[in-house]
C-alpha cells in the first residue's frame, strides 16, 4: 500500500479536525503543522502525535515535500498558501470553508490547481453527513413528489451560509443555477472567524427547470428568529410533501401518507465534544479526506471537488453583487469582486458598532 505525506496549515479547530482525518487514514502519514501560533502548533502536534512542527509555511513545504497539504487558515490568508503549495509540487489539497474571500480567489486557486494537475477539493463535509444523504435519497425516490422550492436558514451567508448553500446545490444533484437575486443588511460591522459579513441577507437562486431556492441569514440581536421550526438547516418543498432536515434530523412529511424520521447518529450535547467540536464534522472531514485520497489514487473526482465550491462561492457573492447593482446577476458570474467589502469601502453602507462571533 503506497503511504502519502500530509501536513496541515493553522492549528485551530479545523486543523484539528482535518489532521484527525489524516491520522485515521493508513494511507497518509502526517507529517507537520505549521502555525503562526507555534504554541498551538506544537499543541496540536503532541495530541495527535504530529512529529514536525513550523511557524512558516515556507519552510515547512521546502522541508517536508508533502503529498497533500490542508490549508485551515482564515479565507483571507488562504490564496498565497494555496499558490505556494502548487508551485511545491503537491498532489492534493483540501481547503477548509468559506473557499476564498472573494470570488476572484476562488476561481483563480480553482484554475492553478487545474493547469498544475493538483486535486483541489474544499471541505464542505456535509455532503457526508447521514441526514442529508437520506433526505436526498427520499427526495431522488419521490418521497415528496417533484421538487418546488428549497427555504434555507443560517445565521451569516459567508461562512456558515456555504455550507447551506452547498447543500441547496447537493439536493440539485448540482445543478447550474441561472439567476440570482439577493438584498443585504449591513447595519452592524460584523465579523465571524474574523471576516467581515452582513448583518442578515436573503438570496433567492432561480434553475432554469422553475425551482427556487430562497435562503435567509441573520442572528440576534439584528434578526431574532429566523424560522422556528428550522432555524439551521434546510426546508425542501415538493408538490406530495416536504421535508425539513438539519444536522439533527431529517423529517420527511408527505401529503395523505405516514412521514418519516431519520435522527443523526452523532451525540448531540455539547458537553461531550471533543474541544467543542460537533462529531459529525470529525467523522464527515475524516470520509471526505479518505474520498479525496482515493481521488489522488485512481484519479476520480472527489465528492468535494473544488468546482461545487465554487459553484456556491459564486451564489454567495452574487448575493452581494445583487445587493450593491439593485438587480438580478446571472450565472456565470463575471464579478469577481467581493461586492459586500467593495461596497462598504465605497460608502454604499454606514454600520454601526460591532459583533464578533463564530456564528
Not at 1 to 22: E, K, N
Not at 103 to 120: C, I, K, N, S, W
Not at 269 to 295: N, Q, S, Y
Not at 302 to 318: D, K, T
Amino acid at each position: 500500500m503506497q503511504t502519502y505525506s500530509a501536513a496541515v496549515v493553522a492549528a485551530g479547530g479545523q486543523g484539528r479536525v482535518h489532521a484527525a482525518a489524516y491520522a485515521a487514514d493508513p494511507r497518509v502519514r502526517l507529517a507537520a503543522v505549521a502555525d503562526v501560533d507555534l504554541a498551538a502548533a506544537r499543541r496540536l502536534a503532541e495530541d495527535l502525535g504530529i512529529p514536525n512542527v513550523y511557524t512558516e509555511v515556507a519552510d515547512l513545504l521546502a522541508a517536508e515535500r508533502p503529498d497533500v497539504v490542508s490549508v485551515c487558515t482564515p479565507p483571507a490568508h488562504r490564496r498565497p498558501i494555496v499558490e505556494a503549495a502548487i508551485a511545491s509540487g503537491v498532489r492534493a489539497i483540501h481547503c477548509e470553508k468559506p473557499f476564498a474571500l472573494s470570488y476572484g480567489d476562488a476561481v483563480a486557486m480553482t484554475e492553478l490547481a487545474a493547469a498544475a494537475g493538483v486535486q483541489l477539493t474544499v471541505n464542505l463535509q456535509r455532503r457526508f453527513e447521514p441526514v442529508h444523504r437520506f433526505a436526498r435519497a427520499q427526495l431522488d425516490d419521490g418521497a415528496i413528489g417533484e421538487l418546488v422550492s428549497i427555504e434555507g436558514y443560517c445565521p451569516n451567508l459567508f461562512d456558515w451560509g456555504s455550507h447551506i448553500v452547498d447543500l441547496a446545490l447537493f439536493y440539485r444533484h448540482d445543478r447550474p443555477a441561472e439567476w440570482v437575486l439577493g438584498q443585504i443588511d449591513v447595519s452592524t460591522n460584523r465579523y465571524v472567524y474574523g471576516a467581515f459579513v452582513e448583518t442578515s441577507s436573503i438570496t433567492q437562486v432561480a434553475w432554469e427547470d422553475g425551482v427556487r431556492a430562497v435562503i435567509s441569514t441573520g442572528r440576534e440581536p439584528a434578526t431574532p428568529v429566523l424560522n422556528r421550526e428550522n432555524n439551521l438547516g434546510l426546508i425542501l418543498q415538493g408538490t406530495r410533501g416536504r421535508i425539513v432536515v438539519n444536522g439533527r434530523e431529517a423529517l420527511v412529511q408527505r401529503f395523505g401518507a405516514d412521514g418519516m424520521r431519520f435522527a443523526s447518529p452523532y451525540a448531540s450535547d455539547p458537553a461531550t465534544w471533543d474541544h467543542g467540536i460537533d462529531p459529525a464534522i470529525f467523522v464527515c472531514t475524516e470520509a471526505a479526506v479518505a474520498d479525496l485520497i482515493d481521488g489522488v489514487e485512481t484519479g476520480s473526482e472527489p465528492v468535494l471537488a473544488a468546482r461545487h465550491a465554487l459553484a456556491g462561492a459564486a451564489i454567495v457573492f452574487a448575493t452581494y453583487e445583487s445587493s450593491r447593482s439593485r438587480g438580478r446577476v446571472p450565472l456565470p458570474l463575471e464579478v469577481h469582486d467581493n461586492a459586500l467589502l467593495s461596497g462598504l469601502h465605497e460608502g454604499l453602507w454606514s454600520p454601526v458598532g460591532e459583533l464578533r462571533s463564530t456564528w
